[in-house]
């Protein structure tokens, strides 16, 4: 066994023990990542599969960077396999990789998440349908119109948001997100208005305001910054966050105020 494959299982028995001396695991994370050993990459997928079962995220974190910096852009797979497991950390580490290998090498990351896009795993589902929207074209749009009837809240949610990339370059988008207005999940309604916020469209005000009477006080707030975003203030959404500034919930009223202020400094 060479010295770095000891390396790896050694960072590996020390990951999945809680007691596990912190400094020791980041000099050999550091060493690893240095030594760029690609006769690693399958002892590397493996202990990286064994640490999401184990549901460690820290473990996670750390045999990722290891196999992003050994492997390069074709670790993408394993890399995507590993992100789409909710572990109950934020990822932003993770996710980053996964962007900037797939700006990197676009051609192979779409060969790698249109299959897992349409294919009948949830968590592999959700994922590339989420990295998608960072490498997207126009003939994704079928695709994305089938997931926002997906049964699954969470396709539908992380859906809406690949759906906003294709705002600029396709006018269904915008009539997409905003029936999804209409969503019966709050994140679906609340990523939708997002979305519609950053395009911009004022054909989609009058859909818009009329969530500002929504059952969710994050709705309800999320028009208001949805709103915020428009370049100027429309009389209409002025009046809406009037209303939304006397919410019941004082984090909407927070939002409104803010939105306010923000859209008359344009004027």
């Known amino acids: 066994m060479s010295s770095t494959a000891t390396q790896l299982d050694t960072l590996a028995a020390a990951l999945a023990d809680p007691d596990s001396d912190l400094n020791q695991i980041a000099d050999l994370e550091d060493e690893l990542v240095a ?75 779409r060969s790698i998440v249109l299959p897992w896009a349409a294919g009948p795993d949830p968590d592999l589902r959700r994922a590339a349908l989420w990295l998608l ?14 997931a926002v009837q997906d049964s699954d809240d969470r396709v539908r949610s992380v859906t809406v948001g690949t759906i906003g990339s294709h705002t600029k370059t396709t006018a269904q988008a915008i009539d997409l997100l905003t029936a999804l207005l209409a969503d019966r999940s709050p994140q679906v309604r609340v990523n939708a208005l997002s979305s519609l916020g950053f395009a911009r469209q004022p054909r989609t005000l009058s859909a ?22 428009f370049p100027t203030p429309e009389p209409a959404s002025l009046a809406v966050l009037d209303l939304l500034a006397r ?20 004027a």
């Open 35 to 109: 030594a760029r050993d690609t006769s690693l990459v399958p002892r590397l997928q493996e202990h990286l599969a064994s640490a999401v079962d184990a549901r460690n995220s820290y473990g996670r974190h750390v045999l990722c960077n290891i196999l992003a910096a050994t492997a390069g852009s074709k670790a993408l797979p394993a890399l995507l396999r590993a992100f789409a497991h909710d572990l109950g950390d934020d990822q932003d580490s993770l996710s980053a990789i996964l962007t900037d290998f797939a700006h990197q090498d676009r051609a192979y990351a």
């Open 133 to 146: 929207g960072f490498v997207p074209e126009p003939s994704d749009f079928d695709l994305l119109a089938d």
């Open 208 to 229: 818009i305001h009329r969530l500002a009477k929504d059952d969710s006080a994050r709705v309800r707030a999320w028009v208001a910054i949805a709103l915020s975003r």
């Open 247 to 266: 919410d019941s919930d004082a984090f909407v009223q927070e939002q409104a105020v803010a939105a306010r202020k923000k859209l008359t400094a344009r």
